[in-house]
C-alpha cells in the first residue's frame, strides 16, 4: 500500500505485508525530529491502535520500521505520527502519513 501525506506533511512511502503476517513500512519526506521527538508507527486492524515500531529520521528524511505478527484483518489502517517521546502508549500526534492495507 502507498502511504500518503495528510495535512502539511510532505511524508511518503509503502507499506507491506507478507502472507506471514510481517509488515514492513518505509517513510520518505519526514522532517527532522527534535529532541526526545520519534516517529511512530501505528497498526489498527480492530480496536485499539497497536505500536509496530518507532524511528528517529535520517539526513535524507527517511525512516523504516518493521512488525512481526500482525493480526489478520479484512483491512489494516497504518498511520506514522510524530511523538513528543518513546514512551507513548497511543497516538497522540499529528498524524504524517495514512496507508490502508486490503489483505
Same mark, same amino acid.
Request: net charge negative.
Given at each position: 500500500?502507498?502511504?500518503?501525506? &495528510?495535512?502539511?506533511?510532505?511524508? &511518503?512511502?509503502?507499506?507491506?505485508?507478507?502472507?506471514?503476517?510481517?509488515?514492513?513500512?518505509?517513510?520518505?519526506?519526514?522532517?527532522?525530529?527534535?529532541?526526545? &521527538?520519534?516517529?511512530?508507527?501505528?497498526?489498527?486492524?480492530?480496536?485499539?491502535?497497536?505500536?509496530?515500531?518507532?524511528?528517529?529520521?535520517?539526513?535524507?528524511? %527517511?525512516?523504516?520500521?518493521?512488525? %512481526?505478527?500482525?493480526?489478520?484483518?479484512?483491512?489494516?489502517?497504518? &498511520?506514522?505520527?510524530?511523538?513528543?517521546?518513546?514512551?507513548?502508549?497511543?497516538?497522540?500526534?499529528?498524524?504524517?502519513?495514512?496507508?490502508?492495507?486490503?489483505?
Amino acid at each position: 500500500a502507498v502511504l500518503t501525506p &495528510q495535512g502539511a506533511s510532505k511524508a &511518503q512511502g509503502l507499506v507491506a505485508l507478507r502472507p506471514s503476517g510481517h509488515l514492513l513500512v518505509y517513510v520518505n519526506g519526514l522532517v527532522a525530529t527534535k529532541g526526545d &521527538q520519534v516517529y511512530m508507527v501505528w497498526v489498527t486492524t480492530a480496536g485499539a491502535p497497536m505500536l509496530a515500531g518507532y524511528f528517529t529520521v535520517n539526513d535524507q528524511g %527517511d525512516g523504516t520500521v518493521a512488525m %512481526d505478527n500482525v493480526p489478520t484483518a479484512a483491512s489494516i489502517w497504518v &498511520q506514522v505520527c510524530i511523538e513528543p517521546n518513546d514512551h507513548v502508549t497511543r497516538p497522540t500526534g499529528p498524524i504524517v502519513a495514512v496507508a490502508t492495507i486490503t489483505p
